[in-house]
T-cell receptor
Framework: EDQVTQSPEALRLQEGESSSLNCSYTVSGLRGLFWYRQDPGKGPEFLFT???AGEEKEKERLKATLTKKESFLHITAPKPEDSATYLC??????????????FGKGTKLSVKP | KAGVTQTPRYLIKTRGQQVTLSCSPI?????VSWYQQTPGQGLQFLFE???????NKGNFPGRFSGRQFSNSRSEMNVSTLELGDSALYLC??????????FGPGTRLTVT
């Protein structure tokens, strides 16, 4: 069964303390892996799309990387405003679109000043 | 550019009733997907519409249905509501072959 597993479930960091979030996936023929950020009471906000092993993308303090079995979201020198739930998703196989995503349950990140 | 909008934002219904939720995609986006988000199951795919046609469907009972109009606006309907249908319902739109952008969601509470 196609599955996306994120770890840890929750992560508490001090401001400036860098760390990484993990997303492992078991889907045949990966056609896209997505990272989203979700703040309480809001819809997920798109961050990155990765397509092939070795690919990396960066945005401000965030950097996403992809291997054949997992993806990492590295957070460098986080600030309190980076506190949110980070969601990982993969495009479901079979369909021809990116409109059908399989999501992990997320990592809730808290950054304390 | 306006984002994805969803109405209503909050809804309280009684078990056995039905409900219709609405989604207006980003201008120019023809693909609209619906997801259910609960604390226990996370985000789960309901269905996707493209040019008024259902393109994909998730593993939900037939009580969940949807449609898309010629202007790409979409509605989803849940009939015979159950307590377990209480959730945040999220709509997302995208250009073909591109990433999805989510709306703020509709919080449905079934009592």
């Amino acid at each position: 069964e196609d599955q996306v597993t994120q770890s840890p479930e929750a992560l508490r960091l001090q401001e400036g303390e860098s760390s990484s979030l993990n997303c492992s996936y078991t889907v045949s023929g990966l056609r896209g892996l997505f990272w989203y950020r979700q703040d309480p009471g809001k819809g997920p906000e798109f961050l990155f799309t990765l397509y092939s092993a070795g690919e990396e993308k960066e945005k401000e303090r965030l950097k996403a990387t992809l291997t054949k079995k997992e993806s990492f979201l590295h957070i460098t020198a986080p600030k309190p405003e980076d506190s949110a739930t980070y969601l990982c998703a993969v495009q479901a196989p079979g369909g021809g679109s990116q409109g059908n995503l399989i999501f992990g349950k997320g990592t809730k990140l808290s950054v304390k000043p | 550019k306006a984002g994805v909008t969803q109405t209503p934002r909050y809804l309280i219904k009684t078990r056995g009733q039905q409900v219709t939720l609405s989604c207006s995609p980003i201008s120019g986006h023809r693909s609209v997907s619906w997801y259910q988000q609960t604390p226990g199951q996370g985000l789960q795919f309901l269905f996707e519409y493209f040019s008024e046609t259902q393109r994909n469907k998730g593993n939900f009972p037939g009580r969940f249905s949807g449609r898309q109009f010629s202007n790409s606006r979409s509605e989803m309907n849940v009939s015979t509501l159950e307590l377990g249908d209480s959730a945040l319902y999220l709509c997302a739109s995208s250009l073909e072959g591109s990433e999805q952008y989510f709306g703020p969601g509709t919080r449905l509470t079934v009592t």
